[in-house]
């Protein structure tokens, strides 16, 4: 106590100071309380979605990849951006095959890979090094790859398309398909099946307008429920898009056939399609037809083709006339 304080004023300033020390504690015990309740809840219901929901790396653009010469000379704005997915093992067999046939016909085409030993004429990048490259881990793979493209490569392009590197797409049909609709609002085109409310396969590919991409960028960081992990990467974006408002569009010609193939060209023509049951087919069953009438004229992807017979296919469209 300082001498100049006169007895009474001491008290009272004694207890102002007790009081506020007596607030403070009753604020501090609030909010240890409120911490405590907060840490009981869960975030998320179901048990095994906490288990299942993967954790996900953040990313630098410069942070562990490589970004070949080819790649760095592409645009970066655009109509078409194609991404196809691949890994070391599959440079020589697969990936060669749509980084040399349909896509440079993308503006932007670019395969998405694991390491570097692809040509640096070939645009790619190796983003996946500390990625999971098992087929079960795709989903989180996917959803961090929307999230790297719209954030460091480009959010100004109108379409993305992702593909396998055994996925042949003929570009100009694809474009001739997109060609009325409105990039600026949210696309998810594709070949659709039915269960769980609709989605696209990954394997024929699909296409997302620019808005759908941000919608699935924007869900690295916090996920929303809608979006959680499934082994199964085309179900779980599929899953994650609807729980936003964004269902798979219808994508047959006139006659029904389907524009989008997820079945090899073996069995489409000869008629070893394994899952013809009404259940699976999202509203309409696209017809099926077996040998040359198998495909739509207007076809714009094939899933399960070799190098080989891309190159095939490739060169019949693009090379040989009828004369
Ligand atoms: C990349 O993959 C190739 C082909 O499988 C392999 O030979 C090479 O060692 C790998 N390189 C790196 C840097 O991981
Ligand atoms: C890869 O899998 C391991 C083991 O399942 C897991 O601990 C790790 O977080 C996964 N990495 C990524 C980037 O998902």
Redesign the pocket.
């Known amino acids: 106590m300082t001498e100049n304080c006169k007895h009474n004023d001491c008290i009272t300033i004694l207890t102002m100071a007790r009081k506020s020390r007596l607030i403070l504690t009753c604020i501090l015990c609030f909010l240890f309380t409120l911490v405590l309740v907060k840490l009981q809840k869960p975030s998320v219901k179901k048990k095994d979605e906490v288990f299942l929901r993967p954790p996900i790396l953040p990313v630098k653009e410069d942070h562990f990849t490589h970004v070949s010469l080819a790649a760095k000379n592409l645009p970066l704005s655009g109509k078409l951006f194609c991404l196809v997915i691949s890994y ?2 599959n ?1 020589q067999s697969r990936a060669m095959g749509p980084a040399t046939t349909w896509m440079p016909k993308c503006d932007h085409g670019e395969i998405f890979t694991n ?3 692809l040509p640096e004429t070939v645009p790619y990048r190796d983003v996946y090094r500390h990625q999971n490259n098992t087929y079960y881990s795709l989903y989180t793979k996917m959803m961090f790859t929307f999230h790297y493209i719209y954030t460091y490569v480009s959010p100004s392009f109108d379409w993305y398309l992702k593909a396998d590197d055994d996925t042949y797409v003929i570009v100009e049909n694809l474009l001739d398909f997109i060609k009325d609709l409105n990039p600026n609002k949210p696309y998810y085109i594709g070949f659709r099946l039915k269960s769980n409310g609709g989605y696209n396969s990954g394997g024929a590919g699909y296409i997302l307008s620019r808005p759908a991409l941000k919608l699935l960028a924007d869900q690295h960081k916090n996920p929303s429920k809608g979006c959680v992990f499934s082994k199964w990467e085309d179900l779980g974006v599929g899953k994650c898009l609807r729980s936003l408002g964004v269902a798979p569009m219808r994508t047959m010609d006139k006659e029904g056939l389907s524009l989008f193939y997820m079945y090899s060209f073996d069995n489409a023509f000869n008629g070893k399609v394994w899952d013809y049951n009404p259940d699976y087919w999202l509203y309409e069953i696209p017809k099926i037809k077996y040998g040359f009438e198998s495909f739509s004229s207007k076809l714009i992807s094939i899933h399960h083709t070799t190098l080989h017979e891309m190159r095939l296919i490739h060169t019949f469209l693009y090379r040989v006339k009828v004369h």
């Open positions: 070391h093992k440079h390491n570097n030993s």
